[in-house]
């Protein structure tokens, strides 16, 4: 079946403009993650839905941040007045249920940004 | 604060050899997980260790779970190229919150695994 995906692909930014990324979650994933992954480094948690509820956004790196999933399916990670350290791959994931203890995470391809 | 820490974070050995990829975590976690990255793509699961003494094997991949030493291990058997990849290891912890769920993944930098014929 169809995985998570996400697009664009590859976006590339001046510094100052806004950006919005969009993630497709697994139908019927109830949970939905965004991380970004920086060159070489291992990816890092930003924020947490469960359905539309955003439950923990405490790694958003700053206020120009925002991740929203209305209706508890698609989600955008949008991001404000880009900065050049804002470049990265963003990766979002799915999940069906949170409590199911052999659950795992099903990543999509990432957002790779480039912000000059 | 959890930290995952994984070693070694650069390894090159040859096909046939045998090798282990370590990882350790902070404090008490619900459950580690073994991811593999190819480059330039997403990551790709590859286990989900539960509980003290857990082992789970796949082809030539092996992990276990230490959760009293805070350590799971990625044994690597015959080494072949198309296992050369970027392996990472993360941890959650399962939280209220989260109604029980996991609260996001905290990742190891990785090991970039490179088997050479």
């Known amino acids: 079946g169809a995985g998570v995906s996400q697009s664009p692909r590859y976006k590339v930014a001046k510094r100052g403009q806004d950006v919005a990324l969009r993630c497709d979650p697994i139908?019927?994933?109830?949970?939905l993650f965004w991380y970004q992954q920086a060159l070489g480094q291992g990816p890092e948690f930003l924020t947490y839905f469960q359905n539309e509820a955003q439950l923990d956004k405490s790694g958003l790196p700053s206020d120009r941040f925002f991740a929203e999933r209305p209706e508890g399916s698609v989600s955008t990670l949008k991001i404000q007045r880009t900065q050049q350290e804002d470049s990265a791959v963003y990766l979002c994931?799915?999940?069906?249920?949170?409590?199911?203890?052999?659950?795992?995470?099903?990543f999509g391809p990432g957002t790779r940004l480039l912000v000059l | 604060e959890l930290k995952v820490e994984q070693n070694p974070l650069f390894l090159s050995m040859q096909e046939g050899k045998n090798y282990t990829i370590y990882c350790n975590y902070s404090?008490?976690?619900?459950?580690l997980y073994w991811y593999r990255q190819d480059p330039g793509k997403s990551l790709e699961s590859l286990f989900v260790l539960l509980s003290n003494g857990a082992v789970k094997q796949e082809g030539r991949l092996m992990a276990s779970l230490d959760t009293k030493a805070r350590l799971s291990t990625l044994h690597i058997t015959a080494a072949v190229h198309d296992l050369s990849a970027t392996y990472f290891c993360?941890?959650?912890?399962?939280?209220?919150?989260?109604?029980?769920?996991?609260?996001?993944?905290?990742f190891g930098k990785g090991t970039h695994l490179i088997i050479q014929p």
């Open positions: 139908s019927g994933h109830v949970s």
């Open positions: 993360a941890v959650d912890i399962l939280s209220p919150v989260a109604g029980g769920g996991a609260d996001g993944l905290t």
């Open positions: 994931a799915s999940s069906l249920k949170p409590s199911e203890a052999q659950e795992t995470q099903y």
């Open positions: 404090t008490t976690s619900d459950r």
